[in-house]
């Protein structure tokens, strides 16, 4: 299996900053993609961000230019750096991998199971 772990989150005033940390583990042979998706209340998961092991990124139109996604390929980790917090961008954050296993044939999405960000107004 591959269990990725979300640190991070926590309370934080308009303005400020978070940086969210996942870390993958498991019977990993390669990652490919890692990203971040959020989920508001009553709201659909949506992507913040993606970064592929070759350090091509893709975000979300609402977060440009405030988050910075980044990965460390030796260590299977990837940070959410977020500047500018809004309220709007309060949800649960969570890290997600496109992996694929030692002795599986297949590549396959794995979530973490979510870190709480809230931004205070």
């Known amino acids: 299996q591959v269990q990725l772990v979300e640190s991070g989150g926590g309370l934080v005033q308009a303005g400020g900053s978070l940086r969210l940390s996942c870390a993958a583990s498991?019977?990993?042979?390669?990652?490919?993609?890692m990203g971040w998706y959020r989920q508001a209340p009553g709201k659909q998961r949506e992507l913040v961000a993606t970064?592929?092991?070759?350090?091509?990124?893709n975000y979300a139109d609402s977060v440009k230019g405030r988050f910075t996604i980044s990965r460390d390929n030796a260590k299977n980790t990837v940070d959410l750096q977020m500047n500018s917090l809004k309220p709007e961008d309060t949800a649960v954050y969570y890290c997600?991998?496109?992996?694929?296993?030692?002795?599986?044939?297949?590549?396959?999405?794995?979530w973490g199971q979510g870190t709480q960000v809230t931004v205070s107004s």
């Open positions: 997600k991998c496109y992996a694929r296993q030692l002795f599986r044939q297949g590549t396959f999405d794995y």
């Open positions: 498991g019977s990993i042979f390669s990652i490919n993609v």
């Open positions: 970064i592929t092991t070759g350090g091509s990124t």
